[in-house]
Structures are given as C-alpha cells and as structure tokens.
C-alpha cells in the first residue's frame, strides 16, 4: 500500500536550519524550538453588482510568514536579525574585548589587572579612578611615563598598575584585552538581513500507532527575517523570538512559497522489520 497519510499528530518542530541560496551553505541552526507558527495571508480584491453585493473575490499578492521563539539565546540568530555576521577571534586575528575591574590597592600602591591591556604603546590604559569606602568615585588619575602627584605609571607586559605612595582602597579599571577565544556581532545603522532559504524539520506521529515516527520538513526557498521590531531579551528567563517573512522568487513561474514534505524513515522501518522477523524466529 502507498504511503499517502492525512491526519498526523505534530510532535514538535526539532530545528530550523538557514542556508544561503545561492552556495546552499548553512549560515544557522536553532533546536531550541518553542510556538513555532507558519502563516500565509493574501490582498482581496472584491467584484461587487450595481446594488454594491459581492460576486466574487480575487486574490492575489499572497504572502507567508515563519516565526518561532529559541529557548536560548543565539548569536547566529541575533546576527542573521542584526543584519550582520558572526566573527570570530584567530591566534592571527584577535578580537578587541573590553574589561572593566575593581581591583584591590595593595600596600605599596600597585593594583594588579587580570588580563594584559591592548592598546598605543605606553598609554594601553588612560585613567584610573578609585572607589571610595562608600562606593563613590573618588581621585582620578591619569597614566604618565614616570610616577608623579596625580599619576600612575603601567607595566602593561606585567598586568601592573603603580599608584602614588598612600593611595588606598580600591581602583576602578577599564581598558581592552586580545583574544583569539573571542566572538563579535556588529549591528550596523545600514544592516539588513539577507534573504536565506530555510528547512524546519518536523517530527509526525501516526495517530493509529504513535509508534510510527515520520519525518517532516517545511522547505522554504525564500524567507527573509524581518527587522522591523528585532527584540533580544537581556534576561536569564528571556526567550529569543524570531519572525521570518517568506517571498516567492520573482524568477520562479511556480510562485513557490514552501513546501510541506512528510516522509517514511524507510532505515527506522527496515530496523523494524528486522526485529519483528527476529522475533518471529524465536
């Protein structure tokens, strides 16, 4: 008998995959997969008679949407939203990353840095201010080449900040580190997202035998994220929600905006049959 199923019961949607269209090269993948939604949705234009009764409706210029929201936070996500890319830091290419400490004063006036600061040569770090007993800014000082009233001198190689003799407490630090173990998104006023091919990929039941697993894939030639109202929730209970809006390829006389494909595991069916002949043996 043909499989040609009809009422299948949805497990859930288990990744969603973004592809160039072009080189076909996977740019994302999200398996965190909470209210994933597809939609379509058409212009009606209306045919009315004389006394103003409709006749019929035309209806064209349809259109799709895809959202779903990532558990997790996801920085190919964000970049494909932002418009950008994922860089990532190399031995040969570092990426710049800022640091902001409160180290302890020790007794001789030299506070100690966690990483090495990046930067001109001399002035890698340009100000230090201290903090106060009650957690207030107090004195600022400013890096010099010798010791000073009002300065500090830094030894960048040695991760050493000097103060002048007596300053005590706390110091507040900024500067930049290198890293090689580094990621950077960069949004840009000019960025938007390009235009990806997706796969979601399913997973069916039979609503006869739920033992019977199908495979299911929503193929999308042409999906777009959509930048009009992007929001990353900054909290550890915040989701990552996204929205895609599907487009038929101009070029395309089918006017194909996805397709809905389920399918046998014909290697899971073959396992089965194995084990019930086994069975049967026995």
Known sequence: ???NPNELILEKI????????STKELTGRYTQIEEPSLKTSAEGTQVTDAMGSEIVTFYNAQTGTFSFTNSLFSLDLAASQLGTEKTAGTADKKLKVPVSETPDINPDGTVKLKYVPAGPEGAEIKSVRIINDNNTFGEKYEVSPTAAAGKFTLDAEHKTITLPAGVTGRAFVQYE???ANAVQITKKT????EVKSLLIHAIFHDPCD???????VI????AQI???AVEISLSSEGKHAAEYKLQKSYCDSNARLFDIIVAVDEEEEKKNEETDKGTEEV
């Not at 739920?210 to 299911?216: D, K, M, P, S």
């Open 1 to 3: 008998m043909s499989f």
């Open 14 to 21: 288990r990744a969603v995959e973004e592809y160039n269209p």
């Open 177 to 179: 580190r290198e890293s």
């Open 190 to 193: 000019d960025g938007v997202p």
């Open 210 to 216: 739920t033992n019977l697993v199908y495979a299911g």
């Open 219 to 222: 193929s999308v030639p042409r």
């Open 226 to 228: 959509n930048p009009e």
